[in-house]
């Protein structure tokens, strides 16, 4: 690539969407950097994957300390693209960090303690060259910390600077209700959850999306498909060898039932149907939502970011359409 100069029609075709009862407003298609962007991998595909986004309107990108491989390399990689080709357009940006899990040795580098909160934060913004970032977010509950100094921990993080908002992730519905709480009462409210949610898993339906709403939070969803399970990488019922699956990077080969398969497959039947593909529908069924702020979204080529952008432009789901998929997906939630 040349020197990156931003599509001047960047804004024109993705929807923003506000988060919960903020003043916040994120694309309804987000680009996470969990895979792919670890110095492990060539940083000249993360740079095309990442400048195609933000030439399709994507502006929110989201990372954890303890992204790679190695835990960190990601956010250095981003820190690069941040110096070079994203340096005039910091201000467009929604750039969202987390810790909750080991990045170092010994009692201070893992779960969500005041201490490990802020170095890790601090260690962040260093690999990312930055003063601040504006979304902060505990990774996961920390069960034998005491939820108040996780919460003051994170009043703490905005009040001096390091981010504008907070967030939690991987909270279930009682407790996200009891730290939502604590935030509001420490005048920093939470503005965003991110759990995992796809047609594969709805375990947020019942009690955790009533709850957003009713706090007033606003809901992104990672892993909207299923780790590749919705898409068109295993319609043909072999395994690529250079997918999850294959890797077992959190997708092992065990996952991948007959069942599974048969139900895709006729899930990507409906897609054809709507003129889609199995991507997209299943993008565009998790944002169906009108408590879902975004769903984040992983790539390895620019071409896969483009595909899932479509998907905010998908034909609004018919009820027997809605029921079918019901049929197909029900038997496969995780017990």
């Known amino acids: ?13 993705m929807p923003y969407r506000r988060s919960g009862r903020s003043g916040l407003r994120l694309p309804a298609i987000s680009l996470g950097l969990w895979h792919n962007f670890g110095n492990i991998d060539r940083f ?51 750039i969202s960090t987390k810790a909750g899990y080991t990045m170092w040795p010994g009692p201070y580098g893992d779960w969500g ?29 920390d069960p034998e910390t005491p939820l108040e100094e996780t919460m003051a ?5 905005v009040a001096s ?6 967030g939690l992730s991987n909270y279930p519905a009682p407790l996200l209700r009891r730290a939502a709480q604590l935030l509001r009462e420490l005048g920093t409210p939470c503005v965003i959850h991110q759990p995992r949610y796809s047609m594969l898993d709805r375990w947020i339906e019942p009690a955790l999306l009533p709850a957003l709403a009713d706090e007033g939070i606003g809901c992104i969803a990672f892993s909207p498909l299923a780790q590749g399970i919705l898409t068109d990488r295993y319609l043909g019922g072999s395994i690529p060898g250079d ?9 092992r080969p065990e996952q991948i039932t007959p069942e599974r398969l048969d139900a895709v497959r006729q899930l990507n039947d409906i897609a054809q149907s ?33 595909d899932a952008v479509a998907a905010t432009r998908s034909p609004p789901f018919e009820p027997e359409i809605l029921n079918r998929i019901d049929q197909l997906v029900g038997p496969l939630q995780p017990q």
Not at 72 to 89: K, Q, V
């Open 44 to 94: 000249e595909t993360g740079r095309e994957i990442v400048c195609a986004a933000f030439d399709h309107g994507i502006t929110h990108f989201d990372l954890a300390n303890n992204y790679g491989p190695p835990p960190g390399s990601a956010e250095e990689c981003f820190g690069r693209l941040l110096r070079g080709d994203l340096a005039p357009y910091r201000d467009e940006l929604i």
């Open 243 to 251: 997918s999850r699956a294959a890797r077992q990077a959190f997708l």
């Open 153 to 157: 921990a994170l009043a703490h993080i």
């Open 113 to 141: 303690s005041r201490k490990y909160l802020v170095a890790s934060l601090d260690q962040s913004l260093k690999r990312l060259g930055l003063d601040y970032v504006d979304i902060f977010y505990p990774h996961r509950p």
């Open 161 to 166: 600077g390091r981010a504008l908002y907070v």
């Open 274 to 306: 709507r003129g889609q593909t199995l991507a997209q529908m299943a993008l565009a069924w998790v944002l169906r939502h009108e408590t879902m702020t975004s769903v984040l979204i992983g790539a390895s080529r620019p071409a896969q970011v483009i």
């Open 1 to 13: 690539m040349e020197n990156y100069l931003a599509n001047s029609l960047r804004y024109s075709g």
